[in-house]
């Protein structure tokens, strides 16, 4: 059984944070000590847009530390966002697990308590936004390293320390890089989408995604997400038909 420690336990607070003051809590700083979650995440952790952040699907946020450097060596000039863990607003963050190494529907004892990998991260303007550059959201997306999130199972407390151990796969062939590839690179393969649709482990709402494009056979526009409110969305982008 797979198993890695936590490096980082970040929360935070919403504040104002957007071009026009939207609400967002992206910005989290590391704890030192053992914090509860709960179904619905940390005890202490907010979230500005209740809509698309938080809930049951999307309690806990990891992003895996590995990507830092990549990202750094990607963007040198905003190298110092990747210095150190929560600058993607992500809970919990370690070193050994990637997209390419953990699976649609894993379970992991992550310190007392009992987490299972829900959706993977479909990344927004506002990592745009805190880093100056205009790309990021879209290269997080085409890169794969997105992070993921999980549904809490059972409630517990998780610190710096200690381990995450992979407890169950029910799904070892759906690798959540396998996942990302299929919502951003080959977006209308009807089988896998088909495949995609009977993952009972998978949120709701990402499932819905593929029963979407097998029905209307276009892929979901990407543009509002992907583009800093107010600013021009990417080339490519502006359409509608990504």
Not at 198 to 222: F, H, K, M
Request: glycine letters at 10%; hydrophobic letters at 35%.
């Amino acid at each position: 059984m797979a198993q890695v420690i936590i490096d980082a336990v970040c929360t935070g607070t919403v504040e104002q944070f957007g071009p026009h003051g939207e609400p967002s809590a992206i910005r989290k700083s590391p704890l030192s000590g053992s914090v509860v979650v709960n179904e619905d995440g940390f005890v202490g952790d907010e979230h500005g847009d209740p809509r698309n952040h938080g809930g049951a699907e999307k309690a806990v946020h990891h992003y895996p530390f590995d990507h830092y450097r990549l990202w750094q060596e990607d963007y040198p000039s905003a190298a110092h966002h990747f210095e150190r863990p929560a600058f993607f607003g992500e809970n919990v963050s370690t070193l050994g697990m990637t997209e390419a190494t953990v699976c649609v529907g894993d379970v992991y004892r992550a310190g007392t308590a009992l987490l299972q990998v829900s959706e993977v991260r479909q990344p927004c303007w506002k990592l745009a936004h805190r880093s100056g550059v205009r790309e990021l959201p879209l290269r997080v997306q085409q890169t794969g390293r997105a992070g993921w999130f999980y549904r809490v199972i059972e409630t517990g407390s998780i610190a710096p320390g200690d381990t995450m151990t992979l407890q169950e796969r029910p799904r070892p062939d759906w690798t959540l890089l396998r996942l990302l590839m299929l919502l951003y690179t080959t977006p209308l393969d009807r089988e896998s989408l088909r495949e995609m649709t009977t993952l009972t482990e998978l949120a709701p709402r990402q499932r819905s995604i593929a029963d979407t494009r097998l029905t209307t056979g276009r892929v979901e526009p990407w543009a509002r997400r992907l583009t800093v409110p107010g600013v021009a969305p990417l080339p490519g982008l502006d359409t509608g038909s990504e």
